[in-house]
C-alpha cells in the first residue's frame, strides 16, 4: 500500500499538568483520528473526556510497544489514522513510542509529530541556566552504585545537563550528586511544572539538597534536575598527565587509590579520573 491511502501516526502531546496547555490542533486531531494509542488507558480516558473527545483509546506502553507495533502499522496501512500519546507531555520524550516511529519511518507511513508541553524544555526556559547547549540524561538508574557510575561520567560534561526524577528517589539523588559532583555545583529544581503547586528551587547542590531534605512538601510530586556543566578548569584540567600518574602509581596501589592520589596531584576529581583510567584499560 503506499503512503497516499495510508494513514497518519500523530504524535500529541498532552498537558503536563494544566489542561489549558492542550492545544487546539492537539483537540482537533484527538477528535478527529480512528482511535488513540496510550500509555495507560485509564488516565488517558480522563483526559480526554474533559474534552469531550470519545474516541476509541487503547494501551501501546512500554511492556507490549514490540508485540502490538505490528498490529497498529497494519491499522495505519489500512487507512486509518491514529494518535500517540503519553500520561503526560510529548510522546518518546522518556516514553514509550520509539519502536512504533521507527517502524512507521521504516515502511514509509507518515508521521506528524505536534509540539507541545514538555517539561524538559518548560523546565530548561525558567531556570536560568545556560541553554544554548543541553543534555537530556532521562532517569538516573534506581540502583545507587550504578547512579554514582553514571554521574561520575558525567562529571567533566560542560553543557547544562537535565535529568527527570521520582519523588521515591530524589533525596538519595540528590545526596550523589553532592558526592560525586561536589556540593558547589549549581543545581536548578523543578518540581510539579505547570500545577498548582510548581516550586523551582536554585542554589549549589548543597543548598538545594538542604532546602529539600528540610521540608517534607519538596520531596513530592515529579521532578526536573537541571545542573550546571563543567566549570573550565575542571575541563581543562591535563588529564593524560594525571593518567600517567595514575599508571606510575598503580605498580605500588590499586586503581582506586592511585586514581584517587593522581586526582589530588593533578586538581581533577577522584571518580572522573578512575572512570577515565577504566576507560583507559579498555582501549
Avoid: W
Wanted: with cysteine; glycine share 6%; charged share 20%.
Amino acid at each position: 500500500m503506499s503512503q497516499t491511502s495510508a494513514g497518519t501516526l500523530y504524535i500529541v502531546p498532552t498537558p503536563i499538568g494544566n489542561l489549558g496547555d492542550l492545544s487546539p490542533r492537539a483537540q482537533e486531531t484527538l477528535a478527529n483520528v480512528a482511535a488513540i494509542a496510550a500509555e495507560d488507558t485509564r488516565h488517558s480516558r480522563k483526559l480526554l473526556q474533559q474534552f469531550a473527545i470519545n474516541n476509541e483509546v487503547f494501551a501501546l506502553h512500554e511492556h507490549n510497544e514490540r508485540e502490538r507495533a505490528q498490529a497498529v502499522i497494519e491499522r495505519l496501512q489500512g487507512g486509518d489514522s491514529l494518535a500517540l500519546i503519553s500520561d503526560a507531555g510529548t510522546p518518546l520524550i522518556s516514553d514509550p513510542g520509539y519502536v512504533l516511529v521507527q517502524q512507521c519511518r521504516e515502511q514509509g507511513i507518515r508521521v506528524v509529530a505536534l509540539p507541545g508541553p514538555c517539561a524538559i524544555t518548560t523546565a530548561l526556559s525558567g531556570a536560568g541556566l545556560p541553554t544554548d547547549r543541553f543534555t537530556f540524561e532521562g532517569f538516573l538508574p534506581a540502583k545507587p552504585q550504578q547512579r554514582r557510575k553514571t554521574l561520575s561520567e558525567l562529571v567533566a560534561e560542560p553543557r547544562t545537563m537535565v535529568f527527570y526524577e521520582s519523588p521515591h528517589r530524589i533525596l538519595a539523588t540528590l545526596s550523589d550528586l553532592e558526592e560525586v559532583l561536589g556540593a558547589e555545583r549549581k543545581l536548578v529544581l523543578a518540581r510539579e511544572l505547570t500545577k498548582q503547586f510548581e516550586t523551582y528551587l536554585s542554589g549549589s547542590i548543597a543548598e538545594v539538597a538542604a532546602q529539600v531534605n528540610a521540608d517534607s512538601n519538596q520531596q513530592r510530586g515529579e521532578f526536573v534536575l537541571m545542573l550546571a556543566g563543567a566549570p573550565v578548569t575542571e575541563q581543562a584540567g591535563d588529564t593524560q598527565a594525571a593518567l600517567r600518574t595514575v599508571t606510575l602509581l598503580r605498580e605500588h596501589m590499586p586503581l582506586k587509590k592511585a586514581a584517587a592520589c593522581a586526582a589530588e596531584i593533578h586538581g581533577l576529581r577522584k571518580n572522573q579520573l578512575y572512570q577515565l583510567a577504566l576507560e583507559h584499560d579498555n582501549t
